[in-house]
């Protein structure tokens, strides 16, 4: 792991002490007050930058290159003003011990983000540079996945989510799922299949198609957010179980490859 981590960008869950620290070094050069900001970023934007990792089983972003982002540069002037009002809120969030949705970031300073996009982008570039997840900074999206089946997904020997509740609908993917440390199975589960579209999904839960197939069945309804790609390959670690994907005829919008044994395009 140590090579892979001196190799790629790898974010990874980290204390809040260990977060203030990266932000206090990350600001100390900086004039917060008046919004002068500077940072080193990893550069994405370089041939060769991404590879693909068969350890990893994902694409990944090479260490190495990187760029300043300062409030001095004209090209990367709002970016770096963005990335400092965030780190100033992380800051806040981890004080005061509070947690914000994504949406809320924009909220927050709609002056500096402008929209919904520019926010999550400050959000990414941070993570990259703090090489941590995003659920470090105290900022989660709002569930959006569902999932049923005969299993329970659990954090710490508590179970924060039972999948075998939710009746047609199902229950909600936790925006969490990074820290979901156990996967139980409360009865038999022969594979998964990652569903597309959510009306699929609930006439497949209504055929009570998971308790006949012996399955659990989830759905992102369309792209898949992280949440759902993190559950999926946490059902590879746990269950080892086959992975199947129902799509339409454009499989790699909600397809997550990495996680799939194979695809179904109907």
């Not at 999932?147 to 989510?161: A, E, K, N, P, R």
């Not at 999904?201 to 989830?218: A, E, G, P, T, Y």
Request: net charge neutral; with cysteine; glycine share 4%.
């Amino acid at each position: 792991m140590d090579d892979l981590e001196n190799t790629y960008v790898i974010a990874e869950d980290q204390d809040e002490a260990k977060v203030l620290e990266k932000i206090n070094m990350a600001l100390k050069d900086c004039d917060a007050e008046n919004g002068v900001f500077s940072f080193q970023l990893p550069s994405r934007g370089y041939e060769k930058a991404y590879e693909y990792n068969l350890d990893l089983q994902q694409i990944c972003l090479r260490k190495g290159k990187t760029y300043i982002c300062s409030i001095n540069s004209k090209r990367h002037s709002k970016k770096a003003m963005r990335i400092g009002t965030l780190l100033l809120l992380i800051k806040k969030l981890i004080t005061e011990h509070e947690s914000i949705r994504f949406r809320w970031v924009y909220y927050l300073n709609p002056n500096i983000y402008t929209n919904q996009d520019a926010s999550d982008a400050a959000v990414a570039a941070t993570s990259l540079m703090f090489e941590a997840t995003r659920s470090s900074f105290h900022i989660t999206p709002s569930p959006r996945g569902s999932i049923i089946g005969s299993v329970l997904l659990c954090v710490q020997d508590q179970i924060i989510v039972n999948c075998t509740l939710g009746a047609v609908s199902g229950s909600k993917i936790p925006s969490e799922a990074e820290k979901i440390d156990m996967i139980v199975q409360v009865a038999r589960v022969d594979f998964i299949l990652s569903v597309e579209k959510e009306t699929i999904f609930h006439r497949l839960s209504d055929m009570d198609f998971h308790k006949k197939k012996n399955c659990v069945i989830l759905t992102a309804s369309g792209e898949p957010d992280v949440a759902t790609r993190i559950i999926l390959k946490k059902f590879r670690i746990w269950l080892d179980v086959p992975v199947f994907a129902l799509v339409d005829a454009n499989p790699l919008i909600c397809c997550a490859p990495t996680s799939l044994d194979r695809c179904i395009v109907l």
